[in-house]
């Protein structure tokens, strides 16, 4: 079993800078795939960043630039540093991690942890 714990959201005003961190525990090995989503009110859960395969980073188009995903294995913690906030950048932030299965990859969740930014 993996828990997953955010911490570092909060309130910014419009261009500040907010940096999210996400301590992973249980079986835990190298090989799972760690990352950030979020979910505005009303919206979909989407991709904010991610570590794929071979450690190659994906970013969604709107983190490009300004948000900067990182990966502590020894400390099994994933982090998101982001600046340039924008209002648009308001939602509930989720970690994610995907642990290789035979069956697939099996997706494990954060509680969230809510980012606001407004002036």
């Known amino acids: 079993q993996v828990q997953l714990v955010e911490s570092g959201g909060g309130s910014v005003q419009p261009g500040g800078s907010l940096s999210l961190s996400c301590a992973a525990s249980?079986?835990?090995?190298?090989?799972?795939?760690m990352g950030w989503y979020r979910q505005a009110p009303g919206k979909e859960r989407e991709l904010v960043a991610r570590?794929?395969?071979?450690?190659?980073?994906n970013y969604a188009e709107s983190a490009k630039g300004r948000f900067t995903i990182s990966r502590d294995y020894a400390k099994n913690t994933v982090y998101l540093q982001m600046n340039s906030l924008k209002p648009e950048d308001t939602a509930v932030y989720y970690c994610?991690?995907?642990?290789?299965?035979?069956?697939?990859?099996?997706?494990?969740w954060g509680q969230g942890t809510q980012v606001t930014v407004s002036s």
């Open positions: 570590f794929s395969f071979n450690s190659i980073i």
């Open positions: 994610n991690l995907k642990t290789p299965t035979m069956g697939g990859l099996r997706d494990y």
């Open positions: 249980g079986s835990i090995s190298s090989t799972d795939l």
